[in-house]
């Protein structure tokens, strides 16, 4: 996975990069992130990288900035990108996206600010425009983390355990089961007898059950997309 950050505040991703499971995908060369700093291909000594919106309020991104850096970023590499700008008027990003995207060479994430950014260079230069919600935040950094740290955990090796990535939400469409941890009796709640058994097939089915019934009950809406016949076939019942 080859990501690169095109942000007027590159600083927002220091400790993300460097923390916990990212910051281990990082280190070992699991996953490769390069960050571009908007302010160095900006104008003049000010490095001045926005100006005011025609015609109305606000700071916007200037298109050439943006241009030469994701020429810088493009640099050396003859390969297919996709450039990605998180905006709040985007497709919705979802498991499916995540997935479509971790596939691809070289993924080049835009974190507008202000205003957002120049139409103009949206319009020639966006692959994707992505939201993350129907809110809306100061700037695209947020996002492009929330994008990152999706698709790395996709990447082989990047989440310790095998399997369990497999087994998250909306894999298959469905809901994760309930997970416990010790102590097995906590505040007079004992954790559901099945998972202590050491009966696998048993857990197996338990777990199953809990997915479709939780998902029947808190996202019924990704049913109609879910690979229900896979539970059916092992004797799932609601
Ligand atoms: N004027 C824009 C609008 O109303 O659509 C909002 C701009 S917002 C204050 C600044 C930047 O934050 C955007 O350019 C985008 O990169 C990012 N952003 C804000 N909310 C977002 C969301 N829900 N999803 C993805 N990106 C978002």
Redesign the pocket.
């Known amino acids: 996975m080859r990501v690169t950050i095109i942000t007027a505040f590159p600083e927002f991703f220091r400790d993300f990069l460097s923390t916990s499971i990212i910051g281990r995908a990082v280190e070992t060369g699991l996953i490769n992130v390069n960050l571009i700093n908007l302010r160095e291909y900006g104008f003049g000594n000010y490095r001045q990288i926005d100006d005011y919106s025609f015609g109305g309020d606000?700071m916007v991104?200037m298109a050439e900035p943006l241009s030469k850096a994701l020429e810088k970023a493009r640099e050396g590499h003859q390969g297919v990108d996709t450039v990605v700008?998180?905006?709040?008027?985007?497709a919705m990003?979802t498991q499916e996206m995540v997935e479509s995207l971790a596939s691809r060479e070289h993924v080049i994430i835009?974190?507008?600010?202000?205003?957002?950014?120049d139409e103009r260079f949206a319009g020639k230069c966006v692959d994707l425009?992505?939201?993350?919600?129907?809110?809306?935040?100061?700037?695209?950094?947020?996002?492009?983390m929330a994008i990152i740290d999706a698709m790395a955990r996709l990447v082989p090796n990047v989440v310790g355990r095998g399997g369990a990535v497999e087994e998250d939400s909306f894999f298959r469409g469905m809901l994760d089961f309930p997970h416990y941890t010790r102590p097995a009796l906590w505040e007079g709640d004992q954790v559901p007898p099945v998972l202590i058994s050491g009966n696998e097939k048993e857990i197996d089915k338990w777990r199953k059950q809990q997915s479709v019934q939780r998902t029947l009950r808190r996202r019924p809406d990704l049913l109609s997309r879910a690979n229900i016949a896979s539970y059916l076939e092992k004797g799932v019942y609601l």
């Open positions: 606000g991104l700008y998180p905006s709040p008027q985007g990003l835009i974190c507008g600010h202000y205003e957002g950014i425009e992505v939201s993350i919600g129907d809110y809306v935040l100061t700037g695209g950094e947020i996002p492009a």
